[in-house]
């Protein structure tokens, strides 16, 4: 599985971003997928992660703010985040487990500055 992250950006505190994360094949089969950071200096933190069958779970630091979805018909699992925080600076990942092994893309990095 291949994943493509891209939606990160800078952004003031309180504003907000979208990241999205296309997969090489088809969500439906993909038993869970989900979004990761690495704030500067520390390691990588789960964000959220949803299900085949679209449960969400967050962090604690994101509910009430983030977002993730599905786009089934685009392959596509996105990240909404509103509410920006200077603390969400992060680079972001996008993963999916797949056949008992975890795919990783590449990073998308969000800048939450004023």
């Known amino acids: 599985v291949q994943l493509q992250a891209c939606g990160g950006g800078l952004v003031q505190p309180g504003g907000s971003l979208r990241l999205s994360c296309l997969a090489s094949r088809s969500i439906a089969s993909i038993t869970v997928m989900g979004w990761y950071r690495r704030p500067p200096g520390k390691q990588r933190d789960v964000v959220a992660l949803?299900?085949?069958?679209?449960?969400?779970i967050y962090a604690d630091s994101v509910k009430g703010r983030f977002t993730i979805s599905k786009e089934r018909n685009e392959d596509t699992v996105l990240l909404q985040m509103n509410s920006l925080k200077p603390e969400d600076t992060a680079v972001y990942y996008c993963?999916?487990?797949?056949?008992?092994?975890?795919?990783w893309g590449q990073g998308t990095l969000v800048t939450v500055s004023s």
């Open positions: 949803i299900t085949s069958s679209g449960s969400p």
């Open positions: 993963g999916a487990l797949y056949n008992r092994t975890y795919y």
